[in-house]
RNA sequence: GCGGGUGUAGCUCAGUGGUAGAGCCCCUGCCUUCCAAGCAGGCGGCGUGGGUUCGAUUCCCAUCACCCGCUCCA
């Protein structure tokens, strides 16, 4: 499948580069791994679709009530959540044989033997060991040295037990690691916690260690309280929240998929328990629904549930929205039942009582959660990969991107057909009008069939062209981004037919 | 992190150990009445840092970025 699909990824960055969708973060520095930047059309594109999903999941909705958390929190927050302490260990790569090890489990024991070497010093060897404790850890060292004892004298003194940790860099390279009789082939010891982490306030140092926070889930549960005493809510309900998010991924890859800034849209559901299951498989369906509705509708898209082995030890059922994108298919949204986990885990480190009061039920408990956890940028990549499309007009190929007028930059470019006879003044006033309710734009340079293909290759749906029956009789040429056919429209119509071409209604029929 | 590939104009790509090219785009003017027209002119570049050399965009080393495969992914 390769050849093909790398072709369309290649083709896809690269008409986001050319229209500026997306552009490499910093790129005249060289750019940074695993950060991106929107350009002009692609922060239009982007802002639609993160409204749209505010606007569905929270605006329209009795139930639901947004947030907007700071991104830095207590640095506690993510004791709690199991951040800090559940993938923070330092790991040592063996580059001979790939074999992982935990930096804190290996110990290097330092052997020095009679037999000197070309320059009169004595034989060294440096080897590591695994284990919970440096005693745990001798015994596979014990018997290398045995087996170098013979060809290098018995060892004059006990091996020198050095914790890998401890070790100065200059020695680094003198370690055989455990699985390897090659020298220096073991990495630095790197810690694979995910988060940024940063200093707040004037002093570096422990104290003042923060987080950049790696998902906008948490500063919905620590605000659960304040939101459950000010907001008049009452279970079930939700609270929705759109943000960055930092996660210093290891290899961050896929043009935008994985990338270490980016912006998350979630929500966290909140129920009596015995309903917990019920609103699980409502948002599953509901959220799936959502990206079909704004035009995610080909068999690109599926809905995963995870087996057992795959749950996180507190969910009893998550489900991933997946998208077949060029690379693969990956995940575009989780939706994981909770439980009470995480207002439990608060609880627990804040000492603060996180339960609900149910005024009907005249009951205290602790809510269970629904999390539909979206990625904006995952999401905008997956509505540029759908739209991206290369059709033959009149026996040329042109690129279009086949975006749902809903989510594209712009919805309407009005044109002059040629630069004279008052065309352009016409086109302008039309364009000045649209411009008060729609995101529109006005071009009169060059060639008319260019500036339809450019806005093709832009997704904007309908173009306006003012030509020389406008001047006759008031009416302008309507074009349709996808059929490439026209219709006409009188000017004084012009504002409520692209409404409601925006908002579906089918085009004329082509004369 | 490992292996492979790529890096020359805004974009797509040629090319050379000796003053760097094309097409498209863009800008200016002329011309143009519906799907990337034509003419004339213009802007603009060898990812970065070292080394070899009289001279490096070219050869070597390092580094960065991107792509692919593996690995990783609370």
């Not at 959502?290 to 898209?301: F, H, I, N, P």
């Not at 996180?354 to 005249?362: N, P, Q, R, T, V």
Request: glycine share 6%.
């Amino acid at each position: 499948m390769g050849l093909m699909m790398d072709l369309e990824m290649d083709k896809l960055v690269s008409l986001c580069k050319r229209r500026g969708f997306i552009f490499p973060s910093s790129e005249i520095y060289g750019g940074i791994n695993g950060f991106w930047d929107y350009g002009p059309l692609g922060v239009e594109l982007k802002r639609n679709i993160k409204e749209a999903w505010w606007r569905d999941n929270v605006q329209m909705r009795d139930d639901m009530v947004g947030l907007d958390c700071s991104i830095i929190m207590n640095p506690r927050v993510w004791e709690a959540s199991g951040h800090v302490g559940g993938f923070s260990d330092p790991m040592v790569d063996c580059k001979d044989t790939k074999e992982r090890y935990r930096a804190d489990q290996l110990y290097v024991f330092a052997y020095v033997f009679p037999a000197v070497n070309h320059k009169g010093e004595p034989a060294e060897a440096w080897l590591a060991g695994l284990g919970s404790s440096p005693g745990e850890a001798a015994e596979h060292p014990e018997k290398k040295a045995a087996k170098l004892a013979k060809k290098l004298g018995q060892p004059t003194a006990p091996p020198t037990i050095i914790p890998y940790m401890q070790l100065d860099l200059a020695d680094r390279d003198k370690v055989i690691g455990p699985s390897t009789d090659e020298r220096g082939t073991l990495t630095e010891p790197r810690s694979f916690n995910l988060m940024f982490k940063t200093f707040v306030g004037a002093l570096e140092n422990e104290s003042s260690i923060a987080y950049l926070r790696p998902e906008t889930a948490q500063g919905i549960f620590v605000n659960f309280k304040n939101v459950v005493d000010t907001g008049r809510v009452k279970l079930p309900f939700g609270i929705a929240q759109v943000g960055k998010s930092f996660r210093n991924e290891i290899n961050p890859r896929n043009f935008t998929f994985r990338s270490r800034e980016f912006e998350q849209m979630e929500i966290e559901y909140f129920c009596r328990p015995e309903e917990a299951k019920d609103w699980y498989a409502y948002w599953r369906k509901a959220r799936f629904q959502w990206y079909v509705d704004l035009g995610l509708r080909s068999d690109r898209l599926r809905l995963r549930d995870h087996d057992a082995e795959e749950l996180a030890f507190y969910s009893t059922a998550t489900a991933d929205i997946e998208f077949a994108f060029p690379f693969g298919i990956s995940e575009l949204e989780g939706i994981a039942h909770r439980a009470d986990y995480d207002l439990t885990q608060h609880m627990k480190h804040s000492g603060k009582d996180l339960s609900y009061f149910d005024e009907e039920l005249k009951e205290r408990l602790v809510p269970h959660v629904v999390e539909p956890s979206a990625g904006a940028d995952r999401a905008t990549l997956a509505f540029l990969c759908e739209a991206y499309a290369e059709d033959q007009v009149g026996g040329e190929t042109r690129t279009v991107l086949k975006f749902h007028p809903r989510i594209a930059p712009i919805k309407a470019a009005i044109f002059p057909l040629v630069k004279r006879d008052s065309m352009p003044e016409k086109a302008e006033a039309i364009y000045r009008d649209l411009r008060r309710h729609f995101n529109v734009f006005y071009d009169e340079k060059g060639a008319i069939g260019r500036r339809y293909r450019r806005q093709d290759e832009a997704g904007t749906p309908f173009c306006i062209t003012v030509d020389s029956q406008t001047l006759a009789e008031d009416t302008v040429t309507f074009r349709d981004r996808d059929s490439c056919w026209q219709w006409r429209v009188p000017i004084a119509g012009v504002v409520q037919s692209l409404r409601d071409l925006l908002e579906g209604q089918a085009i004329p029929a082509n004369p």
